[in-house]
């Protein structure tokens, strides 16, 4: 067994960060529908987030934004002339496509891609599948920047594989790192591989929501377990509780997290909670680890409460000591039941024993917290070696980066800027300057 360490790879918010109510679903996108963003303060709130986990001495790097607006989209769908002539007509005959083309959601990186360490792998390598993101226009086509981005990454195939998308149809529908977790004794041994999902694609009679749309699949799970070639006995499909998906629970990462062999999760999280919880212990002697989990009951937290607050869109880090602290929003402070649980549970004498809160309402009232905006990824120290040096976060980055989001950043984006030509070209000249910055030439296809 090698030893690995976990990176974070936070998505870094881009230029164009805006409100436009996209995800239908997401409560917290929904309800801030068309108000001002402030992409200058999202970044610098996010930038602030990994520095402070760098300093603390957690393995933190920066996953680069996509190029916005998305011109190709625009094109695709009859929008001609030049790039003025394209937003301006997109603004005037449809300004929600114009949103989409502008969307900054590739900042949450829990949804860039599904990961499985060299340690589950059949070829001993780390394995990466981008999400295909398809049940939404405005991140259906993400993918094809995340897979060149990864690629970019971990380049080196000896360490690394980067598969492609799952096939773009409904039947495959994935939403990456947010419906996956890894459960184990130490990141460089082996572990088990924990997949949710919404529904069943050819299973009508399986459970699914009714007011808003299941984003993962079954069948995409199984998929990409086959593609990294992990262990059926060290692998776990559940499927969420469709009433929660009705609540705003979109994703797992919003009802449950897991780190090591705890599992931090709502009483409504699953389906069958007893079911998953023996698979998850059965799998787990397998690499002789126990189940810790730790439950929150609906009398403790209600649903909505916990989708309000983001209490299970934390991050759950195992620090040096062993123990474990839970990096939450803000808004978890605000919430008084949350707030209430939340020093129960520190003085518990349990796992977690510490609370990091974050200012990130920019995120948040967007429909993400501190868990989307993080893809983890553990490492061997060869492969952490051989992976791009350019993204780690360390004070000298950090400063670059703010001065950076000072330089291209605006501090009001309304609707109507999303018609705005200068806006266009001031996204283009700050990724130009980005890709320079953390060592990566070519990383954008700007033409």
């Known amino acids: 067994m090698q030893s690995a360490r976990e990176f974070n790879f936070d998505g870094l918010v881009g230029p164009s960060h805006n409100y436009a109510g996209l995800s239908f679903g997401n409560v917290a996108s929904f309800s801030n529908v068309k108000s001002a963003s402030n992409p200058r303060e999202a970044a610098l709130q996010g930038l602030a987030k990994m520095r402070e986990l760098a300093a603390r001495g957690f393995a933190q790097a920066v996953m680069p934004p996509q190029a916005r607006p998305n011109f190709r989209l625009l094109r695709r769908i009859g929008f001609t002339g030049t790039d003025a002539d394209v937003l301006a007509r997109a603004y005037r005959e449809s300004p929600v496509i114009l949103a989409c083309a502008y969307s900054a959601s590739p900042m949450w990186t829990a949804n860039a891609a599904t990961v499985s360490p060299s340690a589950d792998t059949f070829d001993g390598r780390a394995h990466f599948t981008a999400a295909n993101l ?65 529904r069943v694609e050819f299973d009508p009679s399986a459970p699914a929501p009714k007011k808003y749309p299941a984003r993962q699949t079954l069948e995409a799970s199984q998929a990409i377990a086959r593609l990294h070639g992990l262990d059926s006995a060290r692998t776990v499909f559940a499927s969420q509780n469709p009433e929660v998906i009705d609540q705003g629970v979109f994703h797992n990462d919003v009802i449950a997290v897991g780190n090591g062999n705890v599992l931090f999760y709502h009483e409504q999280a699953f389906h069958d909670e007893g079911a998953v919880l023996n698979s998850l212990r059965n799998a ?5 680890t126990e189940l810790t989990a730790i439950r929150v009951d609906s009398q403790v937290v209600a649903v909505g409460d916990a989708v309000a607050s983001y209490l299970f869109n934390s991050q759950l880090l ?26 129960e ?16 309402r920019q995120s948040m009232r967007n429909g993400g917290g501190p868990a989307c905006l ?34 291209y950043y605006r501090d009001h984006l309304e609707p109507k800027d999303l018609a705005d030509p200068q806006l266009a070209l001031e996204c283009s000249a700050a990724l130009e300057e980005l890709s320079r910055i953390l060592g990566l030439p070519g990383l954008y296809d700007l033409t």
């Open 134 to 198: 398809n049940n939404k226009l405005h991140r259906s086509e993400e993918h094809l920047q995340s897979t060149r981005t990864l690629r970019a990454l971990f380049a080196d195939e000896r360490h690394f594989a980067v598969h492609e998308a799952l096939p773009p149809t409904s039947a495959f529908g994935d939403e990456g790192a947010a419906n996956h977790t890894r459960f184990c004794a130490t990141h460089g041994g082996k572990g088990v591989e924990f997949f949710t999902y919404g």
């Open 284 to 288: 787990l002697a397998g690499v002789e």
């Open 345 to 360: 549970l520190v003085a518990s004498g349990g796992p977690v024993d510490e609370l990091i809160h974050f200012d990130l």
């Open 374 to 407: 993080r893809l983890r990824v553990a490492l061997t120290g060869a492969e952490s070696a051989a992976m791009h040096q350019g993204v780690i976060i360390t004070e000298a980055l950090y400063d670059t980066l703010v001065v950076w989001v000072g330089k």
């Open 318 to 343: 195992t620090k040096p000591d062993g123990t474990m602290a839970l990096v939450i929003p803000q808004e978890c402070q605000e919430n008084r039941a949350v707030a209430r649980y939340l020093e």
